[in-house]
């Protein structure tokens, strides 16, 4: 099933295999991992749904792996079994194998690897995080100066020269030249050349 318990049927009752024994604190190595991540915090940064949809599975795994590393797990009763079989030297030989198992403690390769990921992936984060804040102060200046404009059809000319200096600098430099001709006749006339 989902969370990955070994049953085995005898007669009328089910019980665990010892065997889960030996994995109990690589789950409680994994329980306290999950227990260390801020998921309200992750959850108030997320904007997309996408997002929010992959925080919601890992929260279901960590439920998952604490359901894991909070069970208690039954030792085998061979004593029930010699009772009940008739060739005892089979039950001896089954829970010798079975207390000679060594399962290795798992080592913990990964969580460095893991950690300089997430560190980069912060890192970055914070960067962008700045970088669009940044943009936002700047267009929130633009849509400020825009929003503080005269509306067109009230500013004065003498408005407009007073916003647009180089403008009136190019006027000012027609009329100290007398030239009063219209744009667009200036170009009528360089095509006539």
Do not use: C
Not at 42 to 60: D, H, P
Not at 112 to 136: G, Q, Y
Not at 146 to 174: G, H, M, Q, Y
């Amino acid at each position: 099933n989902s969370t990955g318990e070994l049953f085995e049927i005898v007669g009328d009752h089910t019980t665990r295999h010892d065997t889960m024994l030996p994995f109990a604190n690589a789950l409680r190595l994994s329980s306290r991992r999950f227990s260390s991540l801020d998921f309200a915090a992750m959850s108030a940064k997320l904007t997309t749904q996408e997002g929010r949809v992959e925080l919601s599975k890992l929260m279901k795994a960590r439920d998952d792996v604490h359901k894991l590393a909070s069970v208690s797990v039954p030792s085998v009763d061979f004593a029930s079994y010699r009772e009940r079989l008739s060739s005892k030297a089979v039950v001896d030989a089954f829970e010798s194998a079975l207390r000679s198992v060594q399962v290795p403690e798992m080592a913990d390769e990964m969580t460095a690897k893991v950690d300089a990921i997430f560190a980069e992936l912060i890192n970055d984060a914070k960067t962008s995080s700045v970088a669009s804040a940044e943009r936002v102060k700047a267009l929130e200046e633009v849509v400020a100066a825009f929003e503080a404009r005269t509306p067109t059809d009230k500013v004065t000319v003498e408005e407009l020269l007073a916003s647009e200096p180089a403008i009136a600098a190019e006027i000012a430099a027609e009329i100290d030249r007398d030239d009063w001709t219209v744009a667009e006749s200036k170009e009528k006339q360089q095509e006539k050349h």
